[in-house]
């Protein structure tokens, strides 16, 4: 069974950085495609940014036009984490951030041209991080 479990969350001022992190266990991150997304109140989901492979090199990552050169996505193949580098912080970043994984065997979505990232391609998820940016 899969389980993803985010950390790193917390409350920082406009400008300012916060890095998540995502353990999985039940699967190997650097075999399958995983995605961050976030969720404001009252607003949909949306995709901020996917990795996938790397297990011979590698990995792919994509991102949000709202988050390109700012946000990196990485993952750390010996502890089966897979992290968000956040920093420039706006406000606008202020969400519940969700790490997401596909079901192992499936076609990784983010392969797809162009890019969209949609919730409902991903099986399995965490709990949530919350982030809040103060301006």
């Known amino acids: 069974q899969v389980q993803l479990v985010e950390s790193g969350g917390g409350s920082v001022q406009g400008g300012g950085s916060l890095r998540l992190s995502c353990v999985a266990s039940?699967?190997?991150?650097?075999?399958?495609?995983m995605a961050w997304f976030r969720q404001a109140p009252g607003k949909e989901r949306e995709g901020v940014s996917g990795?996938?492979?790397?297990?011979?090199?590698?990995?792919?990552?994509y991102y949000a036009d709202s988050v390109k050169g700012r946000f990196t996505i990485s993952q750390d193949n010996a502890k089966n984490t897979v992290y968000l580098q956040m920093t420039s912080l706006k406000s606008e970043d202020t969400a519940m951030y969700f790490c997401?994984?596909?079901?192992?065997?499936?076609?990784?979505?983010?392969?797809?041209?162009?890019?969209?990232?949609?919730?409902?391609?991903?099986?399995?998820w965490g709990q949530g991080t919350q982030v809040t940016v103060s301006s």
């Open positions: 990795i996938y492979g790397g297990i011979y090199g590698g990995a792919r990552t």
């Open positions: 039940g699967y190997t991150v650097n075999q399958n495609c």
């Open positions: 997401a994984a596909l079901d192992p065997g499936r076609y990784c979505p983010l392969l797809r041209s162009p890019l969209r990232f949609d919730p409902d391609d991903f099986q399995n």
